[in-house]
């Protein structure tokens, strides 16, 4: 349990990377994956140099959401991971390294090992930012991360749904027991804005990340998005395709907390 883990990791930093961004979240499928990719693709347009780390390797959707799904990854002279590059983003996936729908039945020993591998010996180069996209949940992955690299902090993304938010909140204390501090919540699927009629229906409730705690700032609340979901589906971050929607507003917004 991460009750034992109350010790500070071993950490040491990633030389050339100035900040190591985590985004996490309690449950899958509430748009963690869609967040990194928008926030790393928002800072980069906004003239940061910016790394994208699909961690996510039991679900790794970062390669599709970039475009680059089929992609593989080639080593550099001195052997290194060379990681790939779409919208101004050096990012490198799980997806870009085993065959398509191959499942990963790895354990924690060999998570680890991989971890380090994608963090350390991989050619990521000079970077304002190196996001990473964690699996959902407190797992290996996370506690392999705060290990390996010096975190600057980590977004929590759920959405508004209380059987979300508690879940939220476990990811929250793992962070807390890991000593990584936790930069703030983003509020994902907060509303829908019906396109044809202008109203708002808060599908999930709304407005429950507020009671996460005063001591979590809500960095934003990005609406269910239609335009969004179709531009992952397609390989564009939002924030680039639509920028002038709520939701990509919203994202870079997030973007410009970090
Ligand atoms: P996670 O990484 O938490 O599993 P994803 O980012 O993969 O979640 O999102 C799950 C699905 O929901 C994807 O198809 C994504 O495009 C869609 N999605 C995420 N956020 C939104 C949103 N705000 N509006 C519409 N669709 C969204």
């Known amino acids: 349990t991460f009750g034992a883990v109350v010790r500070a990791p071993a950490q040491s930093a990633l030389p050339g990377v100035k900040h190591v961004v985590l985004v996490g979240s309690g449950k899958g499928g509430v748009g963690k994956s869609s967040v990194a990719v928008n926030i790393a693709a928002s800072l980069a347009r906004d003239g940061a140099r910016v790394g994208l780390?699909?961690?996510?390797?039991?679900?790794?959707?970062?390669?599709?959401?970039?475009?680059?799904?089929?992609?593989?990854?080639?080593?550099?002279?001195?052997?290194?991971?060379?990681?790939?590059?779409?919208?101004?983003?050096?990012?490198?996936?799980?997806?870009?390294?085993?065959?398509?729908?191959?499942?990963?039945?790895?354990?924690?020993?060999?998570?680890?090992?991989?971890?380090?591998?994608?963090?350390?010996?991989?050619?990521?180069?000079?970077?304002?930012?190196?996001?990473?996209?964690?699996?959902?949940?407190?797992?290996?992955?996370?506690?392999?991360?705060?290990?390996?690299?010096?975190?600057?902090?980590?977004?929590?993304?759920?959405?508004?749904?209380?059987?979300?938010?508690?879940?939220?909140?476990?990811?929250?204390?793992?962070?807390?027991?890991?000593?990584?501090?936790?930069?703030?919540?983003?509020?994902?699927?907060?509303?829908?804005?019906?396109?044809?009629?202008?109203?708002?229906?808060?599908l999930f409730g709304r407005g429950g990340s507020r009671r996460l705690g005063e001591q979590f700032p809500l960095l934003g609340e990005v609406p269910i998005d239609i335009d969004l979901r179709s531009d992952a589906d397609r390989g564009l971050p939002g924030v680039l395709a639509h920028p002038d929607s709520a939701a990509s507003l919203a994202l870079a917004h997030v973007a410009r907390t970090l």
């Open 53 to 202: 780390l699909d961690a996510d390797v039991y679900g790794p959707s970062v390669a599709h959401m970039m475009g680059q799904g089929a992609a593989k990854v080639t080593a550099t002279a001195d052997r290194k991971m060379q990681p790939l590059g779409a919208h101004g983003v050096t990012f490198l996936s799980m997806a870009n390294l085993s065959p398509a729908g191959q499942a990963l039945v790895w354990r924690g020993p060999m998570l680890h090992s991989a971890i380090q591998q994608f963090v350390k010996d991989a050619a990521w180069g000079e970077l304002d930012y190196l996001i990473v996209d964690l699996p959902p949940g407190t797992g290996d992955v996370q506690l392999s991360l705060t290990q390996t690299v010096q975190v600057t902090g980590a977004v929590i993304v759920t959405t508004p749904q209380d059987v979300a938010l508690i879940d939220a909140a476990r990811a929250i204390d793992m962070f807390r027991k890991a000593s990584v501090p936790v930069l703030g919540v983003v509020e994902n699927m907060s509303y829908f804005v019906a396109p044809d009629t202008g109203v708002t229906y808060d």
